[in-house]
């Protein structure tokens, strides 16, 4: 059973800075391309970020410059790491990933795992 658990939300100012964590189990981890998604309360999850298994990135314009994924693979492991941060970027994060490995989908109809989210929320 594939479990994808996130953590690292929290409470920021505008300004400041996160790193959010997603810990995979039950998946060839090294061989799956990784994302992450957030969503308002009322508004479609919107992609962030994805990193493929070869470590291709990829960015939504506007986290473009101020966000920075990366894998660890010896830990299963999937990073966020969120600077600069804005009133806007408040949102549940998810982290997603396709169940076919070796498989670059973007959007969230081409994930089949999710985790159950961390909630980021930037004060100005």
């Known amino acids: 059973q594939v479990q994808l658990v996130e953590s690292g939300g929290g409470l920021v100012q505008a300004g400041g800075s996160l790193r959010l964590s997603c810990a995979a189990a039950?998946?060839?981890?090294?061989?799956?391309?990784m994302a992450w998604f957030r969503q308002v309360p009322g508004k479609e999850r919107e992609f962030v970020s994805r990193?493929?298994?070869?470590?291709?990135?990829y960015y939504a314009d506007s986290v473009k410059g101020r966000f920075t994924i990366s894998r660890d693979t010896a830990k299963n492991t999937v990073y966020l790491q969120m600077r600069s941060l804005e009133p806007e970027d408040t949102s549940v994060y998810y982290c997603?990933?396709?169940?076919?490995?070796?498989?670059?989908?973007?959007?969230?109809?081409?994930?089949?795992?999710w985790g159950k989210g961390t909630l980021v929320t930037v004060s100005s």
């Open positions: 039950g998946l060839t981890f090294r061989r799956h391309t």
């Open positions: 997603a990933a396709p169940s076919r490995p070796f498989t670059d989908v973007s959007g969230p109809d081409g994930m089949n795992y």
């Open positions: 990193i493929t298994w070869g470590g291709s990135t």
